[in-house]
T-cell receptor, first 117, second 116 residues
Framework: AQKITQTQPGMFVQEKEAVTLDCTYD???????LFWYKQPSSGEMIFLIY??????QNATEGRYSLNFQKARKSANLVISASQLGDSAMYFC??????????????FGQGTRLTINP | NAGVTQTPKFQVLKTGQSMTLQCAQD?????MSWYRQDPGMGLRLIHY???????DQGEVPNGYNVSRSTTEDFPLRLLSAAPSQTSVYFC???????????????FGSGTQLSVL
């Protein structure tokens, strides 16, 4: 079963608009962590934001925020005031605590975001 | 501080050839791992290591071999390359990999491998 699902293969957004990238996950563990990474055309993987399953507040990092809905098992990334430099592939990932000591980070398929000027 | 260094950046192999992808980190991280990235499939874990002398299989280990003789290095070996191994390979590390779910991975810049 797919543990991380990103249903949007591609998204196109106008510059300065906000954008939401969807991520749903599947786990029976109570303790887990959710991550978002950005991969620009240069290919490197850049960590953006983290949300723990026990965190009471949604995570925020600058223009990035995470809309965490635990009951729905979703962890959507929100980018406010999008910029041309936000054009990239975005990956959602999860680490579960019970999985052999939290050693595996499982990734979704990714969403390619294109910001139009 | 170099972080995670992967070499080479690009490689073309013929079917049946062998090669080693190199990965080194200078952050004294205990945990190191190899992922492959294929279109539409995200990143999939090949092998990982929680310390020198300890390795384990990930989701897609077949055709790959690893060893961890030092904390710094974690090479990935392709024993007999196949076209199905054409992919982008990432090495990643974290401080412990097992102490907490919140540990993020630090990635190398990737190796683009083509097997003809």
């Amino acid at each position: 079963a797919q543990k991380i699902t990103q249903t949007q293969p591609g998204m196109f957004v106008q510059e300065k608009e906000a954008v939401t990238l969807d991520c749903t996950y599947d786990t029976s563990d109570q303790s887990y962590g959710l991550f978002w990474y950005k991969q620009p055309s240069s290919g490197e993987m850049i960590f953006l934001i983290y949300q723990g399953s026990y965190d009471e507040q949604n995570a925020t990092e600058g223009r990035y925020s995470l809309n965490f809905q635990k009951a729905r098992k979703s962890a959507n990334l929100v980018i406010s005031a999008s910029q041309l430099g936000d054009s990239a592939m975005y990956f959602c990932a999860m680490r579960e605590a019970f999985d052999q000591g939290a050693q595996k980070l499982v990734f979704g398929q990714g969403t390619r975001l294109t910001i139009n000027p | 501080n170099a972080g995670v260094t992967q070499t080479p950046k690009f490689q073309v192999l013929k079917t049946g050839q062998s090669m080693t992808l190199q990965c080194a980190q200078d952050m004294n991280h205990e945990y190191m791992s190899w992922y492959r990235q294929d279109p539409g499939m995200g990143l999939r874990l090949i092998h990982y290591s929680v310390g020198a002398g300890i390795t384990d299989q990930g989701e897609v280990p077949n055709g790959y071999n690893v060893s961890r003789s030092t904390t710094e290095d974690f090479p990935l070996r392709l024993l007999s390359a196949a076209p199905s191994q054409t992919s982008v390979y990432f090495c990643a590390s974290s401080y412990s990999g097992g102490a907490t779910v919140r540990e993020k991975l630090f990635f190398g810049s990737g190796t683009q491998l083509s097997v003809l």
